[in-house]
């Protein structure tokens, strides 16, 4: 038997991360024992990193916002194909879950009347995003971090031990979920700090890892975001959807080579940067697609008149959702008109004043400047597309975030559906809020139901994923882990990247085949503690088999759409918006594709849209008689 | 711009260690964690390093670099001269677990014992009203990355095991400063943050704000108007002795 700490729980919330901390709240408050397991420090997660602000129709810098207008911008950025449902959701929820963050202790920045403040982004109609300067994801994960905290002091007034029904299992990886029949029974997984392992005896698994950028070598996703929730759910049996829906942010920094990837902020065009070629030229005039027109301004005077005015002028083209934008970058860089570094100019400089810049951009500003020597306020930045976010996720359930195996369930980021083939800024912050508390209750609920029923710990199965985890360490002379994941990171970048073709795609699959046969014969030396050559030959299994999803989830839809883009099919196709594309796990390890129908949206919902628009998009036979 | 250039990192764990020698590419615009990651992927694959963003946004990469409390992502190579030793150590207040981690657990064990927000009993979700320059102040404190190394710099616990036990640090007597500040929260802090937290343990030599990377004020506008708070109720020998060293220095 192998040897190990062994804990009992209620709910186990993979994931500290806004998703996982709302999960965990949720389901504490709903009086399941739960404990919540994450990679790095408690705090430290990747929704640390979200600087823009979170989507909210609250209507405070425009009493002309609602749900139903937050709705109808979710559909479009997503091009149709997001879950409706979930869209919805999130739409009539998000204002809610902000608030509700004020009583956390969250400290928003503010309007002139003492509300919450709200800024334009992409995609969104009106001014939505709550935020503190560009730190907001920072200002949500510290709130809720808190939140945790307050929820431990109150059980140590009734109990004395701060950790009764909410404990944090920090720097710990789950490597394995373990099943009795088809029903979660915990998870299995090793400290980082010592290498020794450790199992959940728990019934309701949420996973709530985030995404996985660290399969394309420029993204601006941190180390941790190696597709480990995606590929358990997959070893698990869950499916996932849409995972050719991978959003290029338009803006990484590209300058100097260690940081290229690095995020700029959307914010710095919601507060009026331009995008500039190196002629000069404010190119996205240029690339407004004719499903966009009617919202976006053709001339730079009304672009620029739409920061005072939006309620009589159309918005600049600079804020069209984020693939659109990626893609005019990436033609203008290849035409030659890029800059010395390969991007283009996007410049704020000559579009506010210095302190304005300071105040409302602080960690743009101290970033550019620490890390590329460029003051912001003086000078343009160049950027360009970096690999930012992944809109395919495990399948699940709107209401409660529950995959299709009993006992687990999936929030945030590793969720697929709601953001369908492109999120719109913003939509992620609000997501996790939403869909974190509604995978807290749906665990609860799922508890409730077992009764006495409570799935059981499979010794072999344990003594298994043991022997898993260990293998790097059993080969001697084979390869080190950090070349062949550096070279996964080139092909996917290369092969799978912004722009898409099949003759590329099929090479990145023989590609991926060949590297599946390289990671079984890797080695790690050294021993189990805190060793990161260790960690990452774990995390080389999840990427290869997410970035297998992607590839050939992209290869099979002969289409383009929000966040895949065929060089072969350059058009949107209406009868591909009905269609799912499903990825499982077959016995051997390889992944297996399937089309799936869409449930076609509700009358009430595809009444919040124009005919006109609805035919952009839906097949004859789907639209409103 | 590449160049060799001469590192010297601590290996151990917590039963000892030593500062090893490394020669090892650098590239130009490269911070200090670019070059620990080269010497992972390169020459040593078990040197155990934290890092999580490498933009300056999480705080998990603090070290001493060259002696100083830094993020090593944050930390740029050129300014270094090429020829010289760039030594990199773990945080020293902390016990080293390996390498260049250390246990950082005290600060979420003081982070616990700082009472949460205590939301306005008569004020619902989204009734909250608040001016911006109200909600400045504490924003300011909100900055923090959680990064410890104000914590690893103050002196009060730097070389002092005994202190831990009665001194929060000036991460946490900035976190009592930032709810104490808050226009809405309801509980009374003040007491508290003296009996409690050892805000007078701090003799407001800076050395924290000194070393934050987020630039936050915390001695000018946390603990010393915390301290005048605190001494509006009781008079405070601390502040009469901090104010005289300030003036002879
Ligand atoms: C630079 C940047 C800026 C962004 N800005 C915005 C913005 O302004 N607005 C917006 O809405 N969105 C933004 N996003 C997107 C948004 O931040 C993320 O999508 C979101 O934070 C993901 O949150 P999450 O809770 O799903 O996961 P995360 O916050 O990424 O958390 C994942 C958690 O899972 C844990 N984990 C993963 N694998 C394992 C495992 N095997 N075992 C144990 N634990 C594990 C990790 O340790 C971590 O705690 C931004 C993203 C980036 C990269
Ligand atoms: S000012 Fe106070 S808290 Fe800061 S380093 Fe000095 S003694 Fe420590
Ligand atoms: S106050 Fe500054 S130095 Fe201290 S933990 Fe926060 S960010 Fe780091
Ligand atoms: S890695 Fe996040 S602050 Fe350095």
């Not at chain 1, 290369?494 to 699959?509: T, Y």
Request: hydrophobic share 35%; proline share 4%.
């Amino acid at each position: 038997m192998t040897e190990l700490e062994r804990h009992q729980y209620d709910v186990v919330v993979i994931g500290a991360g806004g998703a996982g901390l709302r999960a965990a709240i949720e389901a504490r408050e709903q009086g399941k024992r739960t404990a919540i397991v994450c990679k790095s420090l408690f705090g430290k997660a990747h929704t640390v990193m979200a600087e823009g602000g979170c989507a909210a129709a609250m209507g405070n810098a425009n009493s002309n916002d609602n749900w139903q207008v937050h709705y109808r911008d979710t559909m479009r950025g997503g091009k149709f194909l997001n879950n409706w449902r979930m869209a919805e959701l999130h739409a009539q929820e998000a204002p809610d879950r902000v608030w509700e963050l004020e009583t956390y202790g969250a400290l928003f920045d503010r309007t002139p009347d003492g509300r919450i403040s709200q800024r334009n982004f992409g995609g969104h109609s009106y001014p939505r995003l709550a935020h503190v300067g560009d730190r907001t994801g920072l200002e949500l994960i510290r709130t809720l971090q808190q939140k945790i905290v307050s929820l431990q002091q109150e059980d140590f007034q009734a109990t004395g031990d701060y950790e009764a029904n909410l404990k944090v299992y920090a720097e710990c990886t789950i490597t394995e979920l373990l099943k009795d029949g088809d029903a979660i029974s915990g998870a299995f997984g090793y400290w980082r700090e010592s290498g020794r392992f450790i199992l959940f005896d728990a019934p309701a698994v949420i996973l709530a890892t985030g995404g996985v950028g660290k399969s394309f070598k420029v993204t601006s996703n941190s180390w941790e975001y190696t597709g480990d929730g995606h590929a358990l759910a997959m070893r698990a049996g869950a499916t996932l959807i849409n995972m050719e829906f991978i959003q290029f942010h338009p803006t990484g920094m590209v300058w100097p080579p260690s940081v290229k990837g690095i995020l700029v902020t959307e914010s710095v065009r919601g507060d009026g940067g331009v995008l500039r070629n190196s002629e000069g030229k404010r190119f996205m005039f240029d690339y407004v697609p004719d499903v966009f027109r009617a919202q976006y301004a053709d001339t730079e005077e009304e672009a620029d008149r739409w920061y005072k005015d939006a309620d009589n002028n159309r918005r600049p083209p600079e804020l069209l959702p984020r693939d659109e934008v990626a893609r005019a970058i990436n033609s203008e860089v290849k035409a030659g008109r890029g800059t010395p570094h390969g991007g283009v100019f996007l410049d704020v400089s000559t579009r506010l004043p210095a302190e304005e810049i300071k105040r409302r951009l602080p960690s743009m500003h101290h970033q550019f400047k620490e890390l590329a020597d460029v003051d912001i306020t003086a000078e343009p930045m160049e950027v360009g597309p970096t690999c930012h976010y992944v809109m395919g996720g495990v399948e699940v359930d709107p209401d409660t975030a529950s995959s299709v195996v009993p006992g687990l369930f999936a929030a945030g980021e590793v969720a697929g559906g709601m953001h369908g083939s492109n999120r719109l800024g913003g939509n992620s912050l609000s997501d996790l809020l939403v869909f974190g508390r509604r995978a807290g209750m749906g665990a609860a609920m799922y508890l409730d139901s077992l009764g006495a029923n409570r799935p059981k710990i499979s010794e072999a199965d344990v003594d298994a994923a043991a022997a898993e985890a260990l293998a790097p360490f059993e080969l001697e002379g084979g390869e080190n882990p950090y070349t062949i994941h550096q070279e996964l990171q080139q092909s996917m970048n290369d092969l799978v990247g912004i722009i898409r073709k099949a003759e590329e795609m099929e090479q990145a699959l023989s590609r991926l085949a060949e590297f599946r046969g390289r990671i079984a014969k890797m080695t790690v030396e050294g021993h189990r503690q805190f060793n990161p050559g260790w960690h990452l030959a774990l995390d080389l299994r999840n990427m290869l088999t997410v970035s297998e999803c992607v590839a050939k989830a992209a290869l099979e839809r002969e289409e383009s759409r929000g966040g895949h883009t065929r060089d072969d099919f350059p058009g949107m196709d209406a009868e591909w918006r009905k269609l799912l594309l499903v990825c499982r796990l077959n016995a051997d390890g390889s992944v297996d594709v399937t089309k799936k129908d869409q449930i076609p949206m509700r009358d009430d919902l595809l009444e919040l849209f124009e005919l006109d628009e609805l035919k952009k998009y839906l097949t004859e036979e789907e639209l409103p008689a | 711009m590449t160049y060799k250039g001469k590192f010297r990192v601590w290996r151990g764990d917590a039963e000892g260690g030593d500062l090893q020698d490394y020669e090892v590419e650098v590239n130009e615009g490269e911070v200090v964690l670019d070059v620990i990651h080269r010497l992972q992927a390169t020459q040593t694959p078990d040197l155990a390093v934290r890092w999580n963003c490498k933009a300056g946004k999480c705080g998990s990469c603090s070290a001493e670099i060259n002696g100083k409390p830094k993020l090593m992502c944050m930390c740029r190579m050129n300014t270094f001269a090429e020829d010289e030793v760039v030594t990199v150590t773990p945080m020293r207040t902390f016990p080293v677990l390996r390498d260049l981690v250390t246990d950082v657990s005290f600060n979420y064990t003081k982070a616990r014992e700082v009472p949460a927000f205590t939301p306005p009993a008569d004020l619902k979700p989204g009734e909250y009203r608040m001016q911006q320059v109200d909600v400045e102040r504490s924003q300011e404190f909100r900055k923090c990355i959680e990064c410890f190394l104000c914590q690893d710099t103050c002196h009060v616990i730097r070389d002092h095991e005994e202190n831990k036990e009665s001194f929060s640090g000036p991460r946490f007597l900035m976190r009592i400063a930032e709810l104490d500040m808050h226009p809405l929260d309801a509980a009374d802090r003040q007491k508290a943050a003296q009996e409690e937290h050892g805000l007078g343990f701090c003799n407001i030599t800076k050395c924290c704000t000194e070393v934050c990377p987020e630039h936050i004020k915390i001695t000018d506008n946390a603990l010393i108007p915390m301290k005048e708070r605190v001494a509006d109720r009781k008079y405070d020998p601390i502040v009469w002795l901090g104010n005289k060293i300030r003036r002879r220095a």
